[in-house]
């Protein structure tokens, strides 16, 4: 059973638009839509913004249906120069930026008392899905590096510049590492993917919208390449 976690309805609409034999189960104000993409058997769900609904949402998804993976499809600011604005990034791991406990020796972005200051995500999920992505979504190139996630929407140079240099990551988001955290509590393989859709600075605000269709439609094609495979 694949888990396939969106952060917004216009996400999750379009992906259980290819979806049969739906049932669905209502759950902590969410609705896992579970049923199949093609051959593979998968629960759709839209988890809401921010790391606690997302963290909440892939316990249930263990919980109550024994996903055996995770993939968390969306959208992100670039961190990078050369990741431009429609590209997709493929998580090798992720961490939460705006976690700080330095006072008690840890580095920033490391939650105290856990063994590992980022998540690493399934290396077979990714080399699907960049192959997969590749063939569906020929017209962009695709990034494979650090998902960084936070509570807050970047759209500040100086803080962009914080987390690459702090970070060294590619994208930045607000859901993906709690995700992360939770799959690799619970030992199921995730992946992170993310379309940008702005360059996480000063014209964030105004770029947002403007890509935010052509980037869920990257994340889409992206998403059911990958459950039809799996």
């Known amino acids: 059973m694949l888990g396939i976690i969106g952060a917004m309805d216009e ?136 998902v960084v996630s936070g509570d807050q929407f970047i759209s500040d140079r100086a803080k962009k510049d914080w987390l690459t240099e702090t970070f060294e990551g590619y994208c930045t988001e607000m859901e993906g590492a709690a995700i992360a955290q939770a799959a690799y509590l619970n030992r199921v393989p995730f992946l992170i993917i993310r379309a940008i859709s702005d360059k996480a600075d000063d014209s964030a605000h105004e770029d947002y919208p403007a890509f935010e269709a052509k980037a869920i439609t990257h994340c889409v094609n992206l998403t059911l390449a990958i459950a039809e495979e799996y």
């Open 11 to 146: 996400e999750v609409a379009r992906i259980k638009e290819k979806m049969e034999d739906i049932s669905v189960l209502s759950k902590a104000g969410m609705e896992f839509f579970r049923g199949k993409i093609g051959n593979c058997d998968a629960v759709v769900v839209c988890c809401g913004i921010g790391k606690v609904n997302a963290g909440v949402c892939t316990q249930i998804l263990v919980d109550c249906f024994e996903v055996s993976a995770v993939i968390n499809t969306g959208i992100a600011g670039s961190l990078r120069a050369e990741i431009d604005i429609g590209d997709i990034v493929l998580s090798t791991d992720a961490l939460q930026h705006d976690v700080e406990a330095v006072a008690f020796g840890y580095p920033v972005g490391q939650i105290p008392r856990m063994d590992t200051l980022a998540f690493p995500a399934d290396e077979r999920l990714r080399k699907v899905a960049r192959a997969a992505c590749e063939r569906v979504n020929p017209d962009i190139r695709v990034h494979e590096g650090r």
